[in-house]
T-cell receptor, first 112, second 116 residues
Framework: SQELEQSPQSLIVQEGKNLTINCTSS?????LYWYKQKYGEGLIFLMMLQKGGEEKSHEKITAKLDEKKQQSSLHITASQPSHAGIYLC????????????FGKGTLLTVNP | KAGVTQTPRYLIKTRGQQVTLSCSPI?????VSWYQQTPGQGLQFLFEYFSETQRNKGNFPGRFSGRQFSNSRSEMNVSTLELGDSALYLCASSSPAGGRTNEKLFFGSGTQLSVL
């Protein structure tokens, strides 16, 4: 079964600093999703990447997919307290599988 | 457009009881998935329904079951509750955009189940 490993597990940054979160898959990626979650709440969709080399941005968040490395990165520029939360990557498996497999998440704290 | 709605938001049950959770997907979405989230295991897939049919099932015991109605609303049931079933249960519905690889999942706020 597919496994996703996220690094780091947690991150504390000062407001205004840039940061990167990585997500590495044990198998080929057919689609990679990034979500953000506030503790005890639902997941907020950030971005979906489907093709190798694809890069998407939304406000100050940029995500890239390296299909060959089976890896994706999420980069936040000039972090703000509003960026704090748990970031989760999720991936679709191959075949007729309709489920998303998620990483364990990265807890981001942004200190003002 | 209303998002994915899950009810109830919080639930407290005792061991041995059963529980039913409800999920109303985004209007027009026909696929509904259920996930269990715990601090130790993270997010784990329970099952997915499309047009009232279960298309895929995760590795959970038979005590966990679900169904989908003709209006795409879905319910999941857990019978004979155990302490380990305490978790945040999340429901997600998918965009009608097209094939499997284009499915964005939109999540509800979840039902926090505590089993005492």
């Amino acid at each position: 079964s597919q496994e996703l490993e996220q690094s780091p597990q947690s991150l504390i940054v000062q407001e205004g600093k840039n940061l990167t979160i990585n997500c590495t898959s044990s198998k080929t990626l057919y689609g990679l999703y990034w979500y953000k979650q506030k503790y005890g709440e639902g997941l907020i969709f950030l971005m979906m990447l489907q093709k190798g080399g694809e890069e998407k941005s939304h406000e100050k968040i940029t995500a890239k997919l390296d299909e060959k490395k089976q890896q994706s990165s999420l980069h936040i520029t000039a972090s703000q307290p509003s960026h704090a939360g748990i970031y989760l990557c999720g991936a679709l498996g191959g075949g007729s599988n309709y489920k998303l497999t998620f990483g364990k998440g990265t807890l981001l704290t942004v200190n003002p | 457009k209303a998002g994915v709605t899950q009810t109830p938001r919080y639930l407290i049950k005792t061991r041995g009881q059963q529980v039913t959770l409800s999920c109303s997907p985004i209007s027009g979405h026909r696929s509904v998935s259920w996930y269990q989230q715990t601090p130790g295991q993270g997010l784990q897939f329970l099952f997915e329904y499309f047009s009232e049919t279960q298309r895929n099932k995760g590795n959970f015991p038979g005590r966990f079951s679900g169904r989908q109605f003709s209006n795409s609303r879905s319910e999941m049931n857990v019978s004979t509750l155990e302490l380990g079933d305490s978790a945040l249960y999340l429901c997600a519905s998918s965009s009608p955009a097209g094939g499997r690889t284009n499915e964005k999942l939109f999540f509800g706020s979840g039902t926090q189940l505590s089993v005492l």
